[in-house]
C-alpha cells in the first residue's frame, strides 16, 4: 500500500535536545534512548469507513512531532503505521451504503492520504494493510498456537482461535488497568467477552472463523480472517523487531488494543516488552462534548482545507493544548489559531531580535514530553519582542518552526 508523499523538513540549526516521553506502562516521563542508531516508531492507523476527523488528526500530529524532534536529534525514524482494512466496522458501513466494502475502504484511504498531506505530516515508511499482512498474521497465530499462548474453540459451529491472557505472566501492565477497569473497556472496544467456549472472558480474538458473507483466507487452522490486534502485532514485529522504541496511539487504544498487540508480540517473541516506550494522546472534544461518529459532531480535515483553513493554524490549534490531555476544538480555537499564525509572519517580516534564544526554548519545551504550550508561548514571546533584529533571526525562527512544528510561514 502506498503512502503519502514526503514533506520538506528543513534541518534547524544549532544544539537538539533528547526528547523525553511519557510512557504509559511506566507512568512517568523518561527520555527515549533508541536501540539502535535508527528510531523506531509504530502508530496505529485507521479504519478506513470515514473520514478523516480532528480526533484522527491529532493523534499524527502527535507522533509527527515526535518524529521531527528525533530527527533533530539525528536519528533517522523507521515509521510504520497500519490500516485495518478488514474489519466490522468497514463491512457494517459498506452494507448501509450499498457499496463494495473494498472500494469503500480505497476510497478513505486516499483521502486520509491527502488529509496527511494537506498537514505536513510525515509519512510512514511502511504502511501495510491487514490484506496485505494476512500471511504474516497466519504465521504468528501458528506460533501462538504451538506454544501454548493460543487456543482454538472446538465443538462450535465456528472454530475461532483465541489469545489466553495468562500466557505472558503480566497482562496489563501497559495500560495499568485494574480488573474491573479491563472488563469494562473490552466490553465496550470490540471485545467478547460472552463468547460461549472460552477460557477467560477477556480472551481476545487472533482467527475469526469463516462466515457467510464475510472475506475469509485459508489457514492451516482453518479459513477466516484476522482478529483486530493481531494485525498490529504481526506488522510492528515483522518490520521493526521485538522490542522496538515507540508504540503510539490514541488513549482509547491503551486497552485493549495495546495491551493485546504487545502481549501478542511478546508471547510470539519471547520478550518481556514489545515497546519501550508506549505513549497515548488524548481525545478531541468538539465544543465541550467529545467527538465521534455516533453524535455526529466531527469536524472533518477535508472540510476545514474546502474552507480554505490553513494547515498551520490547523496544527497550531491541536499543539495549543497538551497531546496527552483530553481538549476542546472550536471556533474560537482556530481563530486563535489563526491571529498566532498572523503575529508570527508579521514577526519574521519586521525581524524580531532573539531568534536563536527563542529556537532554544522551542527545543527545550517540544523535548519535554511534547509541550507544545510551552513551545508556543516561546515562539509568542520573541513575536511580542522589539524589532531591531537581523534576516538570519527571522530565517532562523522560521525554519525551526517548519522543521520542528510542521508550521510554515
Known amino acids: ?3 503519502w508523499p514526503q514533506p520538506t523538513v528543513p534541518a534547524v540549526p544549532g544544539s537538539a535536545v533528547p526528547l523525553s516521553l511519557y510512557d504509559t506502562a511506566d507512568q ?5 534512548t533508541p536501540a539502535g542508531q535508527t528510531a523506531t516508531l509504530y502508530v496505529c492507523g485507521i479504519t478506513p469507513y470515514d473520514s478523516t476527523h480532528l480526533g484522527h488528526a491529532a493523534t499524527y500530529l502527535t507522533f509527527d512531532l515526535v518524529q521531527r524532534v528525533l530527527i533533530d536529534n539525528g536519528y533517522p525514524v ?18 448501509r451504503d450499498g457499496v463494495d466494502w473494498k472500494e469503500l475502504g480505497d476510497s478513505q484511504v ?31 497465530v501458528q506460533t501462538l498456537l504451538d506454544n501454548g499462548s493460543a487456543y482454538q474453540i472446538n465443538g462450535d459451529q465456528y472454530p475461532d482461535i483465541y489469545f489466553r491472557t ?11 488497568y485494574t480488573d474491573e477497569e479491563m472488563a469494562e473497556a473490552f466490553a465496550e ?11 477467560n472472558p477477556l480472551d481476545a480474538l487472533l482467527w475469526r472463523a469463516r462466515r457467510d458473507g464475510e472475506p475469509s483466507w485459508d489457514a492451516p487452522f482453518g479459513e477466516g480472517r484476522p482478529g483486530w490486534h493481531i494485525e498490529c502485532s504481526a506488522i510492528a514485529a515483522n518490520r521493526l523487531g521485538v522490542p522496538f522504541d515507540i508504540q503510539g496511539g490514541g488513549s482509547d487504544l491503551a486497552f485493549p488494543h495495546h495491551e493485546f498487540s504487545a502481549a501478542h508480540a511478546e508471547a510470539a ?65 482556530l481563530e486563535g489559531a489563526q491571529i498566532r499564525l498572523d503575529s508570527w509572519r508579521d514577526a519574521v517580516e519586521e525581524q524580531r531580535k532573539g531568534g536563536a534564544e527563542a529556537v532554544g526554548k522551542l527545543r527545550e519545551a517540544l523535548s519535554n514530553d511534547l ?13 511580542a519582542g522589539a524589532p531591531g533584529g537581523t534576516a538570519e533571526d527571522s530565517e532562523l525562527v522560521k525554519t525551526a518552526l517548519d522543521g520542528l512544528l510542521g508550521v510554515k510561514l
Open 28 to 32: 512517568n516521563i523518561r527520555q527515549v
Open 110 to 140: 486516499d483521502l486520509f492520504r491527502s488529509d496527511m498531506e494537506v498537514l505536513s505530516v510525515i509519512p510512514p515508511r511502511d504502511y501495510i494493510g491487514v490484506i496485505d499482512s494476512v500471511d504474516e498474521v497466519i504465521e504468528m
Open 189 to 199: 472496544r470490540g471485545g467478547d467477552p460472552e463468547r460461549p467456549g472460552k477460557e
Open 371 to 383: 509541550d507544545t504550550a510551552g513551545a508556543l508561548a516561546a515562539i509568542d514571546e520573541w513575536a
Open 78 to 95: 523507521h515509521y510504520v503505521q497500519n490500516v485495518t482494512d478488514v474489519d466490522d466496522p468497514l463491512f457494517e458501513r459498506a452494507e
Open 269 to 333: 517473541h519471547n520478550h518481556p516488552r514489545m515497546a519501550s516506550h508506549y505513549s497515548h494522546a488524548g481525545m478531541i472534544g468538539l465544543d465541550g462534548v467529545k467527538m465521534s461518529k455516533s453524535l455526529g459532531n466531527l469536524v472533518f480535515v477535508s472540510k476545514l482545507s474546502e474552507a480554505g483553513v490553513d494547515p498551520s493554524a490547523i496544527r497550531l490549534g491541536v499543539f495549543a493544548s497538551h497531546y496527552r490531555s483530553d481538549r476542546d476544538w472550536s471556533d474560537a480555537v
Open 166 to 176: 495468562s500466557a505472558t505472566g503480566h497482562f496489563g501492565y501497559e495500560s495499568n
Open 1 to 3: 500500500m502506498k503512502s
